[in-house]
Each structure stands twice: as structure tokens, then as C-alpha cells.
């Protein structure tokens, strides 16, 4: 431990202080009236349905037509784009095949203080709009401009059939999307494709206003079926087709049940759950204090930066991890959370103390104290990552990263939509795993380098008898 060294432990809370201050306030432009927000503030939490109320709507055929299982996977993808686009990313949305409905649960906007849930409910009924365009010329945010907005090919009822295919080829399966043309589509995809594929030119794929795809054209297509490849598995390949029949819908999708939730718990409760956790946090940190001292100081400051990135997930604070919905049992998970961080700190901390007070020296107990707790810490919080990604898979939408790999248990029970619990187990699974970085690696280091000071190496300052040399 000799090679860690004093400033180490000001770096660390320098960094925790930091990455607290920007997790908190954000950071945003101004270009005039207009708004960039660069990294998301407390502010942009989105409150879940049982805080801050919400809405839940089932949208349905007209009546009368019988859907097919193909047309409502493809009513179900342009509803989940017009949420995305919408700003809605933390829906609920599940498809009852059975009684042809489309059932879509979502809370309240984020700081939206004139949300109107009716013009949002009938926006994403509305039959999407599928356009192939020429080239792929979008404007500072996403638009098409130039020849991509004036030229369009095709138009969404020009496309009979959408259909991932597969074939193999040197002994892997391969993937790509099969379009059919009706005759009048036919025509304009042939004109089209003979004249760009002489300059290998694109053809861009757009749903309403968002780009879904943007193939190159590498031969004419005369015969009215085409075939988008890539680098597809069968998942993506789903995906895009859903996406390019959804703008084929021969209806546009009504509003067979239209409600708003009212919060099952409010503000209220929120806000007495939080305090009731700041003032249990604070309690924790005297008492970790009081009992461990020096080791019980540092684990404080490795709660604080549990409990900051633990928020910096939920407000989406990192750009490959988008904001979440939290809820009064997510709240409950964070708490839970620094539980087992508390836990993991007792443990290495009673594993110094033995080893200082069977006469070892001061480096090699911090040493031996972290190394001989690590197993019990990583059984211990390994189990609740299981139980974690177990409920983020039952309760969560089925096409997360979390039902896709539970999806094997769920074969004979099958899973159902309550983000609620989902928000628990996020909540639960990211503070565990933040507690291996800031509860045992974070907590290390500071340690240690605080051990470099000679005022700060008695040995009763880390639970080792008070006159011990111990160097």
C-alpha cells in the first residue's frame, strides 16, 4: 500500500464534490429563449405514477377489424417511437393479443408544468408516417433538408409487406428486412434505384420526423421487392420491419380507454421518505463515526458518492444511460442500497481490527483487512444483484436487457409491466454495484492515503489498541 500516496485521498473527495455539485445543478446553455441541456440536473428526475400521478390508455383497431399478430407488433412500434419522440422514455407498453388492445401507462413530463395528456394520448393514436427519401441530409437537429426533404420516393401505403428474413452464408445466418411494393411503388423504387445506383447514392427510411434507416442503393430494383441488409440479428432486423409496416397500417389506431391516474402516495409521501432517509443517512455516518473512527469517516464519504451516482443514473447523467422513472419503492431500493454499503464497511472495518489487534502493523492490516472482507462483501451483494435483475426482469417491459435475459424463466410464468417494482430493482441493482466502486475501491484508496500521514498512523484511530507501534 506504500505506493498510494497522501494527495490520493483529497483527489477522491475532490472528484466526489465535483461530480455531487454537477449531478445536482446541471449543466446547460443558452442560445437566446432556446434551452441545451448538456448534462441533466435533480430537476429533470421524472417522478413516477404513485408520486406524481400519470396516464393509461388503451388504443385499439377501429372497430370491427381484426388485426393480425404481425399489424399489432407494428402498431406497438410506431406508439413506442412517437413516445420516444414525445420525450416520454420511461412508459409501460404491452400488447394483449387476445382482446386486440395496446395498453400504454406513462407519468406526468418532468418540470412540464402544461402537459395535456389528452393531445398527447391522441398524437399517439394517430397512423404513422412512412417516407423513403432520397440521400440522407439532416439539418443541426435531425431533420431532413436539402434533397432528403424535397424528394420523396415512397410513401408508407406504397409498402405492401415488411419481413425479416434469414439465410446462411459461410456458415452463419445472416439477416436483412424484405419489402414488397404495390404496382404504383414499384414503378418509383425502380426509377429511383437506377438512377442512385450508379453513384452508390442512399435512400433514407424516416418515421415521421426520425431517420429509422439509410441503406445504400447498390443495384436497380425493378420487380417491387427489396431487401435492406446489414448488420442485423434477427432482434434488429424485427425491429426495423415492425417499424416500416407500422407506417403501412391500413388504420389508424382509437382510444378505447382513456384515464388519469391520480399519485397513489403524492409528494407528500415522497418528500417525508426523503427526509426520513437524509435523517437515517446522517445517523449512519455519526454512528460509523463514533464506532469506527478514521475507517468510519472515509466509509461516510464513500456513502455520499454512492448515493450522488446512484441520482446520476436516475437523472441521466451519463449519455449511454438514459433517465429513469423513480418511485416511492425506488426510493426505498437507494435506501436499501446504502444498507448494503453500510454492511460492506462493517465488515472490512472488524477485519482491520483483528488483524491490528493480533499485533500485525498498521499496512498490513488495512491490506489484509480489505483483501479477507472481499469475498463476504461480494457474496453478500452478488445475491441482491440477482434479486435485482430477477424483478427488473419479471416487472420491467419485455424488450429490456433484463426480461431478454430472464426470459427462459419466464416461459411458464410469464411476466407482466409494473414499473414501480421495476424502479426498485434499478435502484437496488445500481447502488450495489456502486457500492463495490465507492464502498470498497473509493473507500481503499482513501484509506490508505490517509494512512500515509504521520499524525493519522495510531492504530486506535482505525480499532487497534492504543499504545501499539505499529508501522
Known amino acids: 500500500m506504500r505506493h498510494i500516496k497522501k494527495p490520493v485521498f483529497f483527489i477522491v473527495v475532490v472528484l466526489i464534490a465535483v461530480f ?25 428526475i421524472r417522478w413516477g405514477i404513485d408520486i406524481s400521478g400519470g396516464v393509461d390508455v388503451t388504443f385499439a383497431p377501429p372497430e370491427g377489424v381484426e388485426a393480425t399478430k404481425e399489424q399489432m407488433d407494428a402498431a406497438q412500434a410506431a406508439l413506442e417511437m412517437r413516445l420516444v419522440n414525445l420525450g416520454i422514455t420511461d412508459y409501460e407498453l404491452y400488447v394483449d393479443y387476445s382482446n386486440y388492445d395496446i395498453i400504454v401507462r406513462f407519468p406526468w413530463q418532468a418540470g412540464e408544468e402544461n402537459f395535456d395528456p389528452e393531445a398527447a394520448v391522441k398524437e399517439l393514436g394517430e397512423m404513422a408516417e412512412l417516407t423513403f427519401r432520397e440521400g440522407y441530409e439532416t439539418d443541426d437537429y435531425g431533420l431532413p433538408t436539402g434533397i432528403t426533404a424535397e424528394n420523396i420516393i415512397l410513401k408508407g401505403d406504397m409498402v405492401t409487406a415488411a419481413v425479416p428474413v434469414m439465410w446462411e452464408e459461410d456458415g452463419q445466418y445472416k439477416y436483412a428486412v424484405s419489402l414488397e411494393l404495390n404496382d404504383e411503388g414499384t414503378k418509383a423504387f425502380a426509377d429511383a434505384t437506377a438512377r442512385l ?66 399519485a397513489a402516495m403524492g409528494s407528500g409521501a415522497r418528500n417525508a421518505m426523503l427526509i426520513a432517509g437524509l435523517i437515517a443517512f446522517i445517523l449512519i455516518c455519526i454512528y460509523m463515526i463514533a464506532v469506527y473512527k478514521l475507517p468510519g469517516f472515509v466509509s461516510a464519504i464513500a456513502l455520499v458518492g454512492q448515493v450522488i451516482g446512484t441520482i446520476a443514473c436516475i437523472t441521466g447523467f451519463f449519455g449511454n444511460i438514459p433517465s ?36 500485525k502493523t498498521l499496512d498490513t492490516s488495512l491490506r489484509l483487512g480489505y483483501s479477507r472482507a472481499w469475498s463476504a462483501i461480494f457474496d453478500g451483494n452478488i445475491t441482491i444483484v440477482f434479486v435485482a435483475v430477477i424483478l427488473m426482469g419479471a416487472f420491467g417491459p419485455p424488450d429490456s436487457i433484463m426480461a431478454k435475459i430472464m426470459s427462459p424463466l419466464y416461459l411458464l410464468f410469464p411476466a407482466t409491466i409494473e414499473g414501480t417494482i421495476y424502479s426498485f430493482g434499478y435502484t437496488l441493482l445500481v447502488g450495489v454495484i456502486l457500492n463495490f466502486v465507492f464502498g470498497v475501491f473509493c473507500s481503499h484508496l482513501m484509506l490508505a492515503s490517509l494512512s500515509r500521514f504521520k499524525a493519522l498512523r495510531n492504530p486506535k484511530l482505525y480499532g487497534g489498541a492504543e499504545n501499539e507501534e505499529n508501522l
Open 324 to 359: 429513469f422513472t423513480l418511485t416511492i419503492p425506488g426510493i426505498a431500493g437507494i435506501i436499501l442500497a446504502v444498507g448494503m454499503g453500510v454492511d460492506a464497511n462493517v465488515v472490512t472495518f472488524e477485519r482491520i481490527r483483528e488483524e491490528l489487534r493480533s499485533g
Open 20 to 44: 455531487a455539485f454537477l449531478t445536482f445543478t446541471g449543466v446547460s446553455t443558452y442560445y437566446g429563449d432556446t434551452k441545451t441541456t448538456i448534462i441533466k440536473s435533480v430537476d429533470d
Open 197 to 262: 445506383s450508379e453513384s452508390r447514392g442512399v435512400i433514407s427510411i424516416w418515421m415521421d420526423e426520425t431517420c429509422i434507416s439509410y441503406p445504400t442503393v447498390n443495384s436497380a430494383i425493378t420487380d417491387g421487392k427489396a431487401q435492406i441488409e446489414g448488420n442485423f440479428d434477427y432482434e434488429s432486423a424485427k425491429a426495423l420491419a415492425d417499424k416500416i409496416s407500422a407506417g403501412a397500417l391500413p388504420y389508424k389506431l382509437v382510444t378505447s380507454n382513456f384515464r388519469t391516474i391520480s
